[in-house]
């Protein structure tokens, strides 16, 4: 296992040592924004395959060894051969990314030497067959693929709590501002799930951005643990062909960067109507993402803040965060208000009826590590159905390399590799494999009916249209089931810090300000997202990751 990740890497470093000091000295990635590697670019200030051996160097650094993150599950083997490539292109419009590495995560499909196995050992020599649509347009723009990104083992739905960041192939995921773990191994403070590996690379400085996915949470969580700007686009905004998934009606990719603008540079290039996925037939996008960025974007903007202490029965967003997160948002409001927005207090009245009745379902959860074994939980029967359908068709269409076909084929082959495979169970898998398959059972037809009823018609559209709103606002990851039951976007920024977990003392780790809206919406979320970003500049890249050569400031 261990020699499919290091071996390449080892190879590639032997390419690094002197001249990643000289290219992090001239360039300072580890903080590095898009625009400023592409101002770099052009000016002939770097080069592709300095920035590239800079980011391995620093992958090396503190990935492998140091702080051991683990965020990075495999480097590129052809990364310094694709740097070299685009050392003579400097970035253009029609080649916006030229020479600058980028990440992905490992549940997206690159048609090369990578691997493409979602943490799984089951899949730990699957390749795809073909490059996933975003990641073609990626290379298209001129981006260095440098590697795919460690992630929460098939996107957390294979066994109930399972921790942020694990996977049996690819091991644990840690969070740069806090990587301690406990006497297990997890880590005290989340890195997020489950794009946790992306984000944490970003947010140390081994990549310039990374690509992540979401099915509810998986973006704008370790978005928030990490300090990071994320897109969670509307469904059908970037093509969802290529992704490992969970379920196609809530399934997305996103970008993980440091700053707004960067997120709509990336989203610029990712947004693209695709004959392979269906949603994105109707898609709605500017020309330009970046031209929607105003400083001033806050003015006359009307943000609801769903939270009202009068009816605690459905302060559900607000009404449990600490007193740091409380305290936070706060400043958040504040901050909203003295760029110019009217703030409206007002709970989202179906917020009780998300994953209640009709739309989840009990597993018995039998991880042998959880405080609640051999007890039911709750599961969204739209996740579990679909995803023996959406699955066992991406398995046949999309992968070589290996014998798994079925969702069945990986469950027989964790039960044959239980000791590796199986350290939290897989309970969810089994329960997907007692459905059918075709998406016929009523049931799932009734509770897909359910979360867009509670989360559209009488969820966020009946609360922005009462309200006259342009944005919800949320804290942290809190909003993202019901956008996500819409298919809705959301934008995150960093917004502040906390700490503590379970009574445990932590240092700070971060807290991320949630902006989300009605379908295609993401250029009013990017623009007020934008202008409180340049208002608070709240984002502290992580401590103890300094930069490997002098010159540069922390």
Known sequence: ??????????????????????????????????????????????????????????????????????????????????AAKADGVKPTPAQPLAGIPILVKDNIATGDQQHTTAGSLALAEARAKRDAPLVARLRAAGAVILGKANLTEFANILAIDMPSG????????????????????????SPGGSSS???????????????????????LNPASQNGLVTVKPTVGL???????????????????????????????????????????????????????????????????????PADPANDVYYGKLGPRATAAMGEVVAALEAQGATIVRANIPTEGWIGGPGTDMAILNRNPESKTRNEPARRSIVFVYELKHDLDAYLAEWLAGTEMRTIADIIAFNEAHADKALRFGQDIFLAAAATKGDLSEPEYAAAR?????????????????????????????????????????????????????????????????TFAGRAWSEPTLLRLAYAFEQATKARRPPPDLPALAGGCTP
């Open 1 to 82: 296992m261990l020699s499919a990740i290091v071996a390449p890497l080892m190879a590639l470093l032997v390419a690094v040592a002197a001249p990643a000091a000289a290219a992090e000295g001239n360039m300072c990635v580890e903080n590095a924004t898009i625009a400023e590697l592409q101002q770099a670019l052009t000016e002939g200030r770097t080069t592709a395959s300095a920035l590239t051996r800079a980011y391995l160097a620093r992958i090396e650094a503190y990935d492998r060894a140091g702080q051991q993150l683990n965020s990075v599950r495999e480097v590129n083997p052809e990364a310094l051969a694709l």
């Open 166 to 189: 694990y996977s049996s192939l690819g091991g644990q995921v840690r969070n740069p501002y806090a990587p301690t773990v406990d006497g297990k191994g997890v880590p005290i403070v």
């Open 197 to 219: 590996g992306s984000a944490v690379a970003v947010a140390a400085g081994l990549a310039a951005a990374a690509i992540g996915t979401e099915t509810s949470g998986s973006l």
């Open 238 to 308: 970037v093509s969802r062909a290529g992704i490992l998934p969970i379920a196609h009606t809530q399934d997305t990719a996103g970008p993980l960067t440091r700053t707004v603008r960067d997120a709509a540079i990336l989203l610029n290039v990712l947004a693209a109507k695709d004959p392979q996925d269906p949603a994105t037939a109707d898609l709605q996008r500017p020309d330009d993402y970046t031209s929607s960025l105003d400083a001033d974007g806050l003015k006359d903007a009307r943000i609801g803040v769903p939270s009202d």
């Open 449 to 513: 009916a359910s979360d867009l009823r509670a989360s559209r018609g009488q969820g966020l559209d009946a609360y922005m249209d009462r309200h006259r709103l342009d944005a919800v606002l949320f804290p942290g990851t809190a909003g993202a089931a019901i956008a996500a039951k819409a298919g809705y976007p959301s934008v995150q920024v960093p917004a502040g810090f906390v700490s503590g977990v379970n009574g445990k003392d932590t240092p700070d780790y971060p807290l991320g300000a």
